[in-house]
Nanobody, 123 residues
Framework: QVQLVESGGGLVQAGGSLRLSCAAS????????MGWFRQAPGKEREFVAT????????YYADSVKGRFTISRDNAKNTVYLQMNSLEPEDTAVYCC????????????????WGQGTQVTVSS
């Protein structure tokens, strides 16, 4: 089992920044690829970013490319999502997820997920 706990969400004005953190416990963290997904009210959950076992392999949704950066610190069992130039359309609950395999944008491949953290961007 892997337990995931997100933090760092909040209310920010458009153009602002937030850094989300996801702390993992349980199995060996660096065996897992990690992903961030988000769900806005009335919408389906969508892929945001993913990172492989090291921090050299990353992949982003087109909607956040150039604004968001995913990273991980295996010594701290934590994955981060730095979000810059936030837009009202980024408002959602953000969840981190883990899978024992290569990084992927496909949520169906992930095994573990946290409760999420709310990000609200005001215009």
């Amino acid at each position: 089992q892997v337990q995931l706990v997100e933090s760092g969400g909040g209310l920010v004005q458009a153009g602002g920044s937030l850094r989300l953190s996801c702390a993992a416990s349980g199995r060996t963290f660096n065996n897992y690829a990690m992903g961030w997904f988000r769900q806005a009210p009335g919408k389906e959950r969508e892929f945001v970013a993913t990172i492989g076992w090291s921090d050299t392999n990353t992949y982003y949704a087109d909607s956040v490319k150039g604004r968001f950066t995913i990273s991980r610190d295996n010594a701290k069992n934590t994955v981060y999502l730095q979000m810059n130039s936030l837009e009202p359309e980024d408002t959602a609950v953000y969840c981190c997820e883990a899978r024992a395999g290569p990084f992927s944008p496909e949520e169906r491949l992930y095994t573990y997920w946290g409760q999420g953290t709310q990000v609200t961007v005001s215009s």
